[in-house]
């Protein structure tokens, strides 16, 4: 890779540089520097260096280890399935793939052991997943058994013609009934584990309609028109109102008890790739979420 550093990163550590200028870490940054694989105008330098207007920083990323999975035999909510799709009720809790840190116990480790076919696409770690939520947030999540039907399903999320409406507790009282957030969405440059509202950020589009108020908190129903990481999370918390329970964009332990996000995808509508028949689910949310709705609804 091949950075040239623009006038507003001249002064920077090369450290710092190299990762607000790239999608590499600050720690990885520096391990790649001591490892001597960072050249500044062709020369070594070490992280302290002060990079200059115009500096030409190459380097080279290593491949990365490659993750495997095995088939678990974990049980799965499938609320459709057919030759080519499947329709999937997650948990809250559970990791959509397999990544750094969750190599089992994901929802990619049960498909495998109940489905005999899935798409590859995506990868050896990602079979049959055209699209994820978060793992604290519950509910209805599309499969492709196949690749010709993973094209098409992935098709649909981009041109904005499949549905997915999600239901969500926020913290405050949300005075407009309904309403739409157009903000776009970028990675955090202070913490890379969060997203955030940035200029230059991806577009991103959420409709948002007031079910019910409880003074402190407000149940939501949300609409996607985008799918950018953590979009709702990020979109609420930006207005000022994030969803309760949120570990990254919300206060801590606000909503008891404290078990992730009260944040559920509550329906999910798209076109058939091989009947073309408009499909459409909707679940109720988990029981933890209905009863600290009950809950609300008394106090």
């Known amino acids: 890779m091949e950075i040239k550093i623009k006038a507003q990163s001249a002064g920077l550590r090369l450290d710092k540089a190299i990762s607000d200028n790239s999608d590499v870490s600050r720690t990885q940054a520096n391990d790649l520097i001591k490892a001597d694989a ?10 302290k260096y002060k990079v200059l207007e115009n500096d030409i920083v190459s380097f080279e990323i290593p491949e990365p280890e490659v993750l495997s999975y095995e088939a678990e035999n974990i049980p799965l909510d499938i609320v459709y399935e057919d030759d080519a799709v499947a329709v999937i009720n997650k948990p809250q809790g559970m990791v959509v793939h397999p990544s750094a840190g969750h190599q089992t116990g994901t929802l990619v480790n049960a498909l495998m052991y109940h489905m005999t076919n899935l798409s590859s696409i995506n990868g050896v770690i990602r079979p049959g997943i055209v699209h994820r939520i978060d793992k604290d947030t519950s509910g209805l999540l599309m499969v492709a058994k196949n690749d010709q039907a993973h094209e098409f399903l992935a098709a649909q999320l981009k041109a904005h013609t499949s549905k997915r409406r999600y239901l969500a507790i926020i913290h405050g009282n949300l005075l ?8 776009p969405i970028g990675r955090n440059a202070k913490d890379r584990k969060k997203q955030a509202v940035i200029a230059g950020g991806k577009p991103a589009l959420t409709h948002f309609e007031v079910l019910e108020r409880f003074g402190d908190f407000t149940l939501v129903s949300l609409t996607l ?6 979009q709702i999370r990020v979109h609420m918390a930006y207005i000022g109102h994030p969803v309760a329970g949120d570990p990254l964009y919300g206060p801590k332990n ?3 008890p404290n078990q992730g996000q009260f944040l559920h995808a509550q329906m999910l509508g798209f076109e058939h790739p091989t009947t073309h028949e408009w ?17 609300l609804r008394e106090d």
């Open 38 to 47: 960072v050249l500044v105008n062709g020369q070594v330098k070490k992280a």
């Open 176 to 183: 407009n009934d309904r309403g739409v957030i157009e903000a």
């Open 225 to 230: 028109e985008t799918g950018r990481t953590h």
């Open 254 to 256: 606000a909503l008891k």
């Open 279 to 295: 499909l459409e689910f909707e679940l109720e949310p988990p029981k933890l979420f209905q009863a600290t709705l009950e809950k």
